[in-house]
């Protein structure tokens, strides 16, 4: 079936410092990813996407990575700051599919 | 743009009674998607509307849970009867057209349900 889950439930990182989340996904079928972040009390938020004809793909002080030989996507952010303590899901579908959810992994950042 | 607005914030109710959720999509959004968010867990869908059409709701517990969209924009969500597993966030998210394929969802800040 599909899953999609993470290999880290808690990340802890020194402000300033980069900071890298993993996420592994089983359907071989998926083509395009999302990374969401989620504040306490908040809903996700769209951070980022990626579709499967690409392998990187940079935003503001994020940048995701796809590898699909081995079903591994992956969210850098670059200088850490304190508001990016969150809980960041991954997620994943493809045409026609519903968008599945990680389990999600959370980034705390020490000052 | 104004963002995904999602009433009540909080509710507490005992076992067995019935409660309901309203959400107002982004202007111009067409699908419309309930999920469920179990704590420590990421959003599971429980129903997908285009318009208000119901596209997906084949994990919602038809027996207790219930969505409706009359007029293709607002939606309401109801429990009746909630069981104490029912407890989690209620979060409601919206996209343009095309779906979670072409567009990413647009969540709101959701309801926190709480069932004793």
């Known amino acids: 079936g599909e899953s999609v889950g993470l290999h880290l439930p808690t990340l802890s990182v020194q402000e300033g410092d980069n900071s890298i989340i993993n996420c592994a996904y089983s359907?071989?079928?998926?083509?395009?990813f999302i990374w969401y972040k989620q504040e306490s009390g908040k809903g996700p938020q769209f951070i980022i996407d990626?579709?499967?004809?690409?392998d990187k793909r940079q935003g503001q002080r994020v940048t995701v990575l796809l590898n699909k030989t081995v079903k591994h996507l992956s969210l850098q952010i670059a200088a850490t700051q304190p508001g990016d303590s969150a809980v960041y899901f991954c997620?994943?579908?493809?045409?026609?599919?519903?968008?599945?959810f990680g389990q999600g992994t959370e980034l705390s950042v020490k000052p | 743009e104004a963002g995904v607005a999602q009433s009540p914030r909080y509710k507490i109710i005992e076992k067995r009674q019935s409660v309901a959720f309203w959400c107002n999509p982004i202007?111009?959004?067409?699908?419309l998607y309930w999920y469920q968010q179990i704590l420590g867990q990421g959003p599971k869908l429980l129903i997908q509307?285009?318009?208000?059409?119901?596209?997906?709701d084949s994990q919602l517990p038809k027996d207790r849970f219930s969505a409706e969209r009359l007029k293709g924009v607002d939606s309401t969500l109801k429990i009746q009867p909630a069981k104490l597993e029912d407890s989690a966030v209620y979060l409601c998210?919206?996209?343009?057209?095309?779906?979670?394929?072409?567009?990413?969802?647009?969540f709101g800040n959701g309801t926190r349900l709480t069932v004793t």
């Open positions: 998210a919206s996209s343009q057209p095309l779906g979670v394929h072409n567009s990413p969802l647009h």
């Open positions: 359907n071989s079928a998926s083509d395009y």
């Open positions: 990626i579709r499967s004809n690409m």
């Open positions: 997620a994943e579908t493809n045409q026609g599919g519903k968008l599945i």
């Open positions: 202007s111009g959004h067409a699908t």
């Open positions: 509307f285009q318009n208000n059409g119901v596209v997906d």
